[in-house]
């Protein structure tokens, strides 16, 4: 069956632009994460998505990263006002109802000049 | 609060040899372990998991991990090593958010390199 998928595979944008990118669960999960990887901070939690629960925000950096759910299925993760510290590989991963195994998806390198 | 330590940045191995990539865990209560691998412009990969039961667990492209609770440890292993197993991998405690919920957290990461 298909897995998780993400879009774009790559971004270069201008810092101060905003970007979105865009995660396709696999179907029937209800859990979303986001995840950023990057050089400096490895593997680190942005935000968590449930059924049509409140989300859990409590790992984005700052108040420039917002996410949202619609229909409970595809996610949009947004970054407002790109700076460069935001380079990195954006992840996103599924998981069944009271799963305890993520499945990832191939990510958004996110590359901001 | 949980962490998990990966020791090694990177692990060399010759083809047919066995390997080991080592990962320490600091939780409080039962752990929930994970071992993903991650080739170069893919996504993580899930390998195994330790949620209770079995101290060896079994995984994908026959590598297994061992748990041990007094050593905190859950180090991957393979009998024998494959050109094809070079890549990143990443060990990962499961995590409590507020709601009940859980994340992931990650070990910085283990490059292995085998060699032909």
């Known amino acids: 069956g298909a897995g998780v998928s993400q879009s774009p595979s790559n971004k270069v944008t201008e810092k101060g632009k905003d970007v979105e990118l865009r995660c396709d669960p696999i179907?029937?999960?209800?859990?979303l994460y986001w995840y950023r990887q990057s050089l400096g901070q490895g593997l680190e939690f942005l935000i968590y998505?449930?059924?049509?629960?409140?989300?859990?925000k409590s790992g984005l950096p700052s108040d420039r990263f917002s996410a949202e759910r619609t229909g409970g299925s595809v996610s949009t993760l947004t970054i407002q006002r790109t700076q460069q510290e935001d380079s990195a590989v954006y992840l996103c991963?599924?998981?069944?109802?009271?799963?305890?195994?993520?499945?990832f998806g191939p990510g958004t390198r996110l590359t901001v000049l | 609060a949980q962490s998990v330590a990966q020791p090694e940045d990177q692990v060399n191995v010759a083809e047919g040899n066995p390997l080991t990539v080592k990962c320490t865990y600091s939780?409080?209560?039962?752990?929930?372990l994970f071992w993903y691998v991650q080739y170069p412009n893919r996504g993580l990969q899930f390998l195994l998991k330790?949620?209770?039961?079995?101290?060896l667990v079994k995984g994908s492209y026959g590598f297994e991990a061992e748990f041990n609770k007094s050593q905190t440890s859950f180090h991957l292993k393979k009998p024998s090593a494959l050109v094809s197993d070079s890549a990143l991998y990443f060990c990962?405690?499961?995590?409590?958010?507020?709601?009940?919920?859980?994340?992931?957290?990650f070990g910085a990461g283990t490059r292995l390199a085998v060699h032909p």
């Open positions: 179907s029937g999960h209800t859990a």
């Open positions: 939780v409080s209560g039962n752990p929930y």
């Open positions: 998505f449930q059924g049509n629960s409140a989300p859990d």
């Open positions: 990962a405690v499961r995590a409590s958010l507020t709601g009940g919920y859980n994340k992931l957290i």
């Open positions: 991963a599924s998981a069944g109802q009271g799963a305890d195994t993520q499945y």
């Open positions: 330790y949620i209770t039961g079995d101290n």
